[in-house]
Each structure stands twice: as structure tokens, then as C-alpha cells.
Nanobody, 127 residues
Framework: EVQLVESGGGSVQAGGSLRLSCAAS????????VGWFRQAPGKEREGVAAIALGRTNYAVYADSVKGRFTLTEDNFKNTFYLEMDNLKLEDSAMYYC???????????????????WGQGTQVTVSS
């Protein structure tokens, strides 16, 4: 079992920045990818970014956040960070961290490709 705990959410004005953290514990050694997802009220959960563990800077991003969000990992702490810059109103959502042990061809951005999920952290962007 893997446990994921997100933190760092909050309220910020448009154009501002936030850094989300995802702390992993449990049997994490077989994990291949970690992803961040978000879900706004009335919308489906969507992939935001995903990273391949142990492969420096091999991360993929949704087009909507490319150039604004950066996903990094701290191998020693099993913690993953989503740096969000130039936030927009449409970035408001609950953000979730997820992990998978499946060796997908590339970092996955689909909900069905992940097994373990955190409880989420809320991000609210205001004008």
C-alpha cells in the first residue's frame, strides 16, 4: 500500500504562485510515475502533470499548464512538488496526487492509469 498526502493549497490572486507538495509513504519502492490531477466542481478530473521517478526532468504537462507549472521530485524525501506560477482563474480546483507502479510508455495523464490517490488540496484563484 502507498499513502499520498497533499499540502500547500490555498487562496491566491490571479497571476500569483503556489507550491503543492505530495508526500508519499508506505511501499513506494516499485512506483514508476507520480501525477497531479485536478477537479473543478461539475467537471471531470483531469491530468495536469506527471513525472517518471528517477529519470531527471522527465515530466509531461497538460497543454493548459505548460510553461506555468513545474513538477519536481525529492528522491530522499519521497516528496513531489507542483510549482504553479502565473495562476489563472480556471486553475481553481481540488488538486490530487496519484501514483502508479505500472511501467507505462511515458508519464501518464489519465485517471485510469493510476492506482493510489491522495485526499486532495484545494486551490482557489481569485481576480
Amino acid at each position: 500500500e502507498v499513502q499520498l498526502v497533499e499540502s500547500g493549497g490555498g487562496s491566491v490572486q490571479a497571476g500569483g504562485s503556489l507550491r503543492l507538495s505530495c508526500a508519499a509513504s508506505g511501499y513506494f519502492i516499485d512506483t514508476k510515475y507520480v501525477g497531479w490531477f485536478r477537479q473543478a466542481p461539475g467537471k471531470e478530473r483531469e491530468g495536469v502533470a506527471a513525472i517518471a521517478l528517477g529519470r531527471t526532468n522527465y515530466a509531461v504537462y497538460a497543454d493548459s499548464v505548460k510553461g506555468r507549472f513545474t513538477l519536481t521530485e525529492d528522491n530522499f524525501k519521497n516528496t513531489f512538488y507542483l510549482e504553479m506560477d502565473n495562476l489563472k482563474l480556471e486553475d481553481s480546483a481540488m488538486y490530487y496526487c496519484a501514483s502508479t507502479t505500472t511501467a507505462w510508455e511515458r508519464p501518464p495523464l489519465y485517471v485510469s492509469q493510476y492506482k493510489y490517490w491522495g485526499q486532495g488540496t484545494q486551490v482557489t484563484v481569485s481576480s
